[in-house]
């Protein structure tokens, strides 16, 4: 599955966590299935992403396109860095 289709199912599942902070919590939290971030994310929140997906053993993706293109992709009016799938909870 690519990085593309895997954003369309987290957006219709309603399971997309977008936003540097939200992405921030939910790695430290270890909720978080893959996270994606776009090509040109500022270095601080790559660096900080990758750590924290290194402790949780969580899968970081490259989006290949800019904040912007992945905003609009989204369909956000404004540029996203990084973006979160959550991880399915057990009821």
């Known amino acids: 599955m690519t990085i593309e289709d895997e954003l369309k ?4 599942g309603k399971t997309l966590i977008v ?6 919590k939910i790695l430290k939290g270890g909720a978080a299935r893959s ?4 090509s040109n994310a500022p270095t601080s929140v790559s660096r900080d992403a990758k750590h924290y997906a ?20 989204l369909g956000r009016p404004f540029g996203v860095a990084a973006c979160a799938i959550k991880a399915e909870t057990k009821k």
């Open 19 to 24: 936003g540097t902070r939200e992405v921030m």
């Open 54 to 73: 290194g402790l949780t053993k969580i899968p970081i993706h490259v989006f290949p396109g800019t904040s912007a293109q992945l905003g609009t992709f």
């Open 35 to 38: 996270i994606i971030l776009s």
């Open 9 to 12: 199912f987290a957006l219709a």
